[in-house]
């Protein structure tokens, strides 16, 4: 049996504007995208016999199809591959929290059995099979800081962003992305050609970006998200921005250091999970 130990990161969106609602019933989006460095740490291992297996440690995954498992049921079937497929999820990312655990799992699955199976299947087709499970696999395939449009398929190399250190913040409840998009009120239709596009270079310029369109939504039924914010920044924040559909929050800070003092100030009454991490 061939056995691969790979780690799934999260990531972060430093801004994500909703242009409208498709014909399909997704949304138009636009977002920046990059991954850091708090990760699961995915282990696959390959052999003899058919079907599929994913256990993960203090998470309970039911009978039921999962998007680990689903991932290795796609790649299977693309490379008509008759073999055992067992992953072991060492869970770091916090479940339904905008932080895009699901995803970049499901990424870390396609591209690991890939390269235990010698690379057959290209990056792009490997994208494809990734955007039909969810949107957000390929850009942690793509594995780059990224513009995203379309439903967040459609990527764009973002150049190389400041070095800044991220405390994340994570309430302790899931928050169900379904819900938030459709509690979402849409005033009028974007358009993309109207959206600045921005340098982040810098740290001024990677603030003057922060902004989603989705944390009204989920701040009113959660006030939990206003008040991490006040949080980070009375303790050194210099921005701070709810992650996708919640309910994680990001600070962004000057360095390490910075960040860890912020972490070390969390009140220790709350459910409140706190994570240092950087860009990748």
């Known amino acids: 049996m061939k056995t691969l130990v790979i780690d799934a990161p999260a990531k972060i969106n430093l801004c994500l504007h909703v242009l409208g609602r498709r014909q399909d019933g997704y949304h138009e989006l636009a977002m920046a995208m990059q991954r850091i460095d708090l990760a699961d740490r995915?282990?696959?291992?390959?052999?003899?016999?058919?079907?599929?297996?994913?256990?993960?440690?203090?998470?309970?995954?039911?009978d039921g199809e999962n998007?680990?498992?689903?991932?290795?049921?796609?790649?299977?079937?693309?490379?008509?591959?008759?073999?055992?497929?067992?992953?072991?999820?060492?869970?770091?990312?916090?479940?339904?929290?905008?932080?895009g655990g699901g995803s970049s799992d499901a990424a870390a699955v396609l591209s690991g059995l890939n390269r235990l199976c010698g690379q057959p299947v290209s990056l792009v087709r490997l994208m494809?099979?990734?955007?039909?499970?969810?949107?957000?696999?390929?850009?942690?395939?793509?594995?780059?800081?990224?513009w995203a449009t379309g439903t967040g398929t459609r990527l764009e190399a973002l150049p190389p962003l400041p070095e800044v250190?991220?405390?994340?913040?994570?309430?302790?409840?899931?928050?169900?992305?379904?819900?938030?998009?459709?509690?979402?009120?849409?005033?009028?239709?974007?358009?993309l050609?109207?959206?600045p596009r921005f340098s982040v270079a810098t740290t001024p310029e990677l603030l003057a970006v922060l902004h989603n369109d989705l944390e009204l939504v989920t701040a009113s039924r959660h006030p939990e998200i206003?008040?991490?914010?006040?949080?980070?920044?009375?303790?050194?924040?210099?921005?701070?921005?709810?992650?996708?559909?919640?309910?994680?929050?990001?600070?962004?800070?000057?360095?390490?250091?910075?960040?860890?003092?912020a972490k070390a100030a969390v009140p220790s009454g709350l459910c409140w999970k706190a994570f240092v991490a950087r860009p990748i």
């Open 165 to 191: 250190c991220y405390l994340v913040l994570n309430p302790g409840f899931a928050v169900s992305t379904d819900w938030v998009y459709q509690s979402l009120q849409l005033t009028k239709g974007g358009e």
């Open 226 to 261: 206003g008040e991490m914010k006040d949080f980070m920044l009375t303790n050194g924040a210099l921005g701070t921005l709810m992650s996708g559909s919640g309910a994680s929050v990001f600070g962004v800070f000057p360095d390490a250091d910075a960040a860890m003092t």
């Open 67 to 99: 998007i680990a498992s689903s991932a290795a049921h796609s790649f299977l079937a693309e490379t008509q591959l008759q073999q055992r497929v067992r992953i072991q999820i060492d869970k770091q990312i916090p479940v339904a929290a905008g932080l």
């Open 128 to 146: 494809e099979l990734g955007a039909a499970l969810g949107a957000d696999v390929p850009f942690f395939l793509f594995e780059r800081p990224a």
């Open 193 to 195: 050609a109207n959206l």
């Open 42 to 62: 995915i282990e696959i291992s390959l052999g003899n016999g058919r079907g599929v297996e994913v256990s993960c440690d203090g998470l309970e995954l039911g």
